[in-house]
């Protein structure tokens, strides 16, 4: 070991064994009157005396490196905490604004009254609707049940007028042709179909004695009518034929004696007489009626001299 480590050595050694004697205890009254070297309590903690702390962490043999690094870190702690404690008594700490929330008053009709024990409390406000806003757009179960009702009501009248309206009876005219036309008339319902009309004439026309109903067609304005129509059907919607007439109008005067209203007169034949001649005019004119067409577009310079073969 060289002479300068067992220099080091010495001192250590000799620095440990020596007693430290207790810092003096300054009297309460130096301890009140003295306000720099006191610190607050919460603000700054008090920190332990250095050599008492160097003692402790430098027990036997020390490197004498380490000694000085010991003892520096302690006095840097110490320089820390004082200037800590400085910066916490420069700058007091802020108050809250939450906790300086002040208590909302309330008043009555803006009088200012003090905290009398015989005030009366204010009274509530009533929130209601306001009378003068359209609130029809708004769901309304009372509003809802009387339009249910309402609608139910107008759908009974329109059952029962549609009855009423079926029930009524016409006068049909009509003619039988197969080539030539003979005239008839009949009464008929408005709600009758094609079918029920076709098996009513049949006791009435000859030539269809023999003949099923299925047989039998019914022609109006160049159209051959299907059998599950009814009068009313075509009443109702309005319906026209090619040259722009109501298909049955029978508000109007119906009579093969008036060539111009001649052609609103339908036509009954049988299926056989039309599969021979439908090459042949006014046959090779007509058509299946559809529902779906409209006719009425169709336009024809002289209907009226038209259909008096058709």
């Given at each position: ?8 050595s010495t001192f250590i050694n000799l620095f440990h064994s020596r007693a430290v004697p207790p810092p003096p205890v300054p009297p309460p009254s130096a301890m009140t009157s003295s306000t720099d070297s006191v610190s607050t309590p919460g603000f700054v903690a008090e ?68 905290s009398d024990d015989t005030a009366l409390p204010s009274k509530k406000r009533i929130i209601g609707k306001d009378p003068g806003v359209d609130t029809s757009f708004l769901p309304d179960n009372e509003r809802e049940e009387l339009n249910n009702l309402r609608r139910e ?158």
């Amino acid at each position: 070991m060289s002479p300068d480590q067992n220099a080091e050595s010495t001192f250590i050694n000799l620095f440990h064994s020596r007693a430290v004697p207790p810092p003096p205890v300054p009297p309460p009254s130096a301890m009140t009157s003295s306000t720099d070297s006191v610190s607050t309590p919460g603000f700054v903690a008090e920190n332990p005396d250095i050599e008492e702390t160097l003692k402790q962490n430098t027990v036997g043999l020390v490197h004498l490196d380490h000694f000085r690094k010991v003892k520096r870190s302690l006095a840097e702690q110490r320089d820390r905490s004082f200037i800590a404690g400085k910066e916490s008594k420069s700058f007091p700490k802020k108050v809250s604004k939450k906790s300086k929330k002040r208590t909302k008053l309330s008043f009555d009709d803006g009088d200012d009254v003090g905290s009398d024990d015989t005030a009366l409390p204010s009274k509530k406000r009533i929130i209601g609707k306001d009378p003068g806003v359209d609130t029809s757009f708004l769901p309304d179960n009372e509003r809802e049940e009387l339009n249910n009702l309402r609608r139910e009501q107008l759908r009974k009248e329109y059952l029962e007028n549609m009855v009423k309206a079926k029930e009524e009876e016409v006068e049909l005219h009509f003619s039988y042709f197969e080539g030539t036309e003979t005239p008839y008339k009949l009464q008929v319902r408005k709600g009758d179909t094609i079918r029920k009309f076709l098996e009513i004439i049949k006791d009435q026309v000859p030539q269809l004695n023999h003949v099923r109903t299925d047989d039998v067609m019914l022609v109006q304005g160049q159209l051959i009518i299907p059998h599950h129509y009814e009068f009313h059907w075509f009443i109702m919607h309005k319906k026209r034929g090619i040259f722009g007439q109501l298909l049955f109008d029978f508000n109007s005067e119906q009579s093969l004696d008036n060539r111009e209203l001649s052609f609103q007169i339908p036509k009954v034949t049988t299926k056989t007489w039309y599969q021979k001649n439908k090459h042949i005019y006014p046959a090779s004119r007509w058509q299946s009626f559809d529902p779906l067409k409209n006719y009425a577009q169709r336009s024809n310079d002289d209907p009226a001299m038209t259909a008096l073969f058709g």
